[in-house]
């Protein structure tokens, strides 16, 4: 398993240059945007503006700090993220407009690319244990959004090809785990 800290982070401008993102973990490693099987960041959307576009990618987004945003994708619909830790998904291909409601916002933001990979994201309050599975082939990511865990503290990643048992440690935990799964990649091969 791998431990990432905030320092390991990579902050890079947008696709479409409106502003900047914290990448926490791409496969595979180092590469280009629109050239990656998946993808796990955090943004900050300071003002209304586009998202950059990415085809052929479906994405998992949710708020973790801010008033909220309300994601405008046209004849689409809206996008409501006005609670934080509520992941929503989307296609990389939609045209959209992100508003935020009351000034900046950070959201979580997990990229996969269709037929290369799936994901799914979900927020978990930490009891004192927990055993968290990894699929088949794929990868799991846990974050740290608050507290600490016996492992890691607040900010930080452990990325893990296998299932993991993760402990509470003096102050519970509230954690984002992103599972992705690798139809083409067979377990143990060509791991982040």
Known sequence: MRHLRPNDYKIMPWKNGGGTTTEIAIFPERAELGAFD?????A???SEGPFSRFPGY???IMLLEGKGMILD???NGLIELREPFQPQRFPGEWSVIGRPLGGPVLDFNLMVRRGGARGEVEVIAMPEALGIACPAGGWLIVHVLTGNLNRASAGDTLLADHDVNLAASDEPALIA????ANPRIPPGQARP
Do not use: K, L, N, P
């Open 38 to 42: 998946w993808r796990v960041s955090i």
């Open 44 to 46: 900050e959307v300071s």
């Open 58 to 60: 479906d994405r998992t």
């Open 73 to 75: 994708a046209g004849s």
């Open 177 to 180: 785990v992103a599972r992705m």
